[in-house]
């Protein structure tokens, strides 16, 4: 990919599929992102017109979540994180909302995709505290055998697990070699969760399921809500426990308009005892 295809972006990206709508960068876009192809805006406007109107919540909500679930681990004296399917870098990262309230935190970044590790390395160039992992969350010996998570992360010490609107892009057998990142963690540790669900949207969630299927890379796997407590199993679920992702302890001053199960995502945080 060509500077002059990406446009304004400040890193040159290799090897990518352009012609195909990927989920990072159909993210990308919708968050307001620049890093992002003409197939996945096609992508995106379908899905919002015809496939699920949702979207844009469901992107929010999610987004909303993750930072202040971030907020709740620094509560609780966390300072470390791994963040599988980080994304795009865009406002309001992991990193800076942990560094603006603890210097010293460490931020181990880790996605597949290509444009999402080139940006977020560009981003990260000068730092030390931070870093990404291009690795697929499927081979957790590669994330935690990888340089720069020996180099970043303390496993004596609790870190936060993010997985974070990435586990519907993993199917329940993959999901079972996952349990690695676990058996790693340190009492105090969290566990972070949100994924999407059919729940209560189950017309929404099959023509979503099929848009997939026909259009992107990735496919997409829902889960009920008890599926998603069985992924806290082995933690100690923190109130309110499994909740859509706009009712997981809000944020009075972030008011939104919308029924939570438009959220289309349930979410939770688990301690390790
Ligand atoms: N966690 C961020 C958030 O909640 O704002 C980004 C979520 S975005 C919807 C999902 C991300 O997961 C994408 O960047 C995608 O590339 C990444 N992803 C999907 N499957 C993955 C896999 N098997 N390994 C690593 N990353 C993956």
């Known amino acids: 990919v060509s500077q002059e295809r990406c446009g304004a972006w400040a890193v040159d990206v290799p090897d990518v599929d352009c012609a195909t709508p990927n989920a990072a960068r159909i993210y990308d876009y919708d968050l307001g992102g620049e890093h992002n192809f003409a197939a996945d805006r096609a992508a995106w406007e379908e899905i919002q017109r015809a496939v699920a109107?949702?979207?844009?919540?469901?992107?929010?909500?999610?987004?909303?979540?993750?930072?202040?679930?971030?907020?709740?681990?620094?509560?609780?004296?966390?300072?470390?994180?791994?963040?599988?399917?980080?994304?795009?870098?865009?406002?309001?990262?992991?990193?800076?909302?942990?560094?603006?309230?603890?210097?010293?935190?460490?931020?181990?970044?880790?996605?597949?995709?290509?444009?999402?590790?080139a940006h977020t390395r560009h981003l990260l160039e000068s730092d030390d505290g931070e870093g990404i992992v291009h690795a697929d969350v499927r081979d957790p010996d590669a994330v935690l055998g990888a340089a720069e998570t020996v180099r970043l992360l303390d496993f004596s010490r609790p870190v936060a697990l993010l997985t974070v609107a990435v586990l519907h892009y993993i199917t329940p057998q993959e999901q079972a070699g996952m349990h690695r990142y676990r058996d790693v963690l340190a009492p105090g540790s969290a566990v972070v969760i949100s994924t999407l669900t059919?729940?209560?949207?189950?017309?929404?969630?099959?023509?979503?399921?099929?848009?997939?299927?026909?259009?992107?890379?990735?496919?997409?796997?829902?889960?009920?809500?008890?599926?998603v407590r069985a992924l806290f199993d082995g933690t100690e679920l923190v109130p309110p426990g499994v909740v859509w992702t706009p009712q997981w302890r809000p944020d009075p001053a972030d008011p939104h308009g919308w029924e939570p199960h438009r959220a289309g995502c349930w979410a939770g945080v688990g301690l390790v005892r």
Do not use: K, M, W
Request: charged letters at 30%; hydrophobic letters at 40%.
């Open 198 to 227: 059919a729940d209560e949207r189950e017309e929404e969630a099959a023509r979503v399921e099929r848009f997939f299927a026909e259009n992107a890379a990735t496919q997409v796997t829902f889960r009920t809500r008890d599926e």
């Open 53 to 117: 109107p949702t979207g844009p919540f469901i992107a929010r909500a999610n987004r909303a979540f993750l930072q202040r679930a971030v907020r709740f681990c620094l509560d609780r004296g966390i300072d470390q994180f791994l963040d599988l399917g980080s994304g795009i870098p865009i406002v309001g990262d992991v990193h800076e909302i942990a560094q603006s309230r603890d210097p010293r935190a460490r931020v181990l970044y880790v996605d597949v995709e290509p444009v999402a590790v």
